[in-house]
């Protein structure tokens, strides 16, 4: 059984949808021990209560320096016994260490297909408000292990989604999280967890 930490910062609608695939069976051979937030109101850790997660607060606003937050941040991972770290709009800078001790083992999504739209800069709205700057026709999600650089790991899957007439930033951000994010973090989580997925040379490899 995969153990799965989610961290998050905000709504945690892609936690939603993770509590939601495993309970109906899209997600298989997983489940979810802990959820952290850096943020105490996150409607996120009310989600995992719900579910009967239990949930945790790390703010970097607890601690006196950022070493000592990652420190924090670090040792509470490693008390989940987590194999799988989602960071389902974590709106913090993991640390390298963090990185270094999971390896391959930190996932996230980002709202675009990469390397469109992505890097530094790139968050929230600010994504979807440059799809629609440049015109593009379509754009999508990608589902990405982490690495040092910034949405520049591995990509696991991705998924496109058309760009229509009169589309404003949040009618486009809300399409791509139901019509890509919501599809295919599940679907990612459900390859590793069932041992099909493999990183090699930087890239993945799916096994069917």
């Known amino acids: ?43 996120a850790l009310e989600r995992a209560k719900k579910a009967g997660i239990p949930g945790q607060c790390i703010s970097p606003k607890q601690y006196e320096s950022r070493e000592a937050f990652n420190e924090a941040l670090l040792a509470a991972v490693d008390e989940t016994g987590a194999d ?21 083992r930190i996932i996230k999504m980002n709202p675009s297909l990469i390397p469109s739209f992505c890097g530094t800069g790139y968050y929230g709205l600010k994504v979807h408000e440059g799809v629609l700057a440049r015109g593009v026709k379509v754009t999508g999600a990608t589902c990405h292990f982490v690495d040092e650089g910034t949405d520049t790991g591995p990509i696991i899957l991705q998924k496109a ?48």
């Open 1 to 43: 059984m995969l153990k799965i930490t989610v961290m998050v910062s905000g709504g945690g609608t892609n936690l939603q949808a993770i509590i939601d695939s495993i309970a109906n069976g899209r997600i298989t051979n997983a489940q979810i021990v802990s959820v952290i937030s850096n943020n105490p109101s996150a409607f």
């Open 84 to 104: 799988l770290i989602v960071l389902a709009g974590f709106l913090v800078v993991i640390p390298e260490q963090m990185i270094a001790r999971y390896r391959n």
């Open 161 to 208: 989604v058309e760009v229509k007439e009169g589309d404003t930033p949040k009618i486009l951000q809300q399409r791509v999280m139901e019509e890509a994010e919501w599809i295919i973090m599940p679907q990612a989580i459900d390859l590793i967890a069932n041992g099909k997925v493999s990183v090699v040379d930087g890239r993945v490899r799916i096994v069917e």
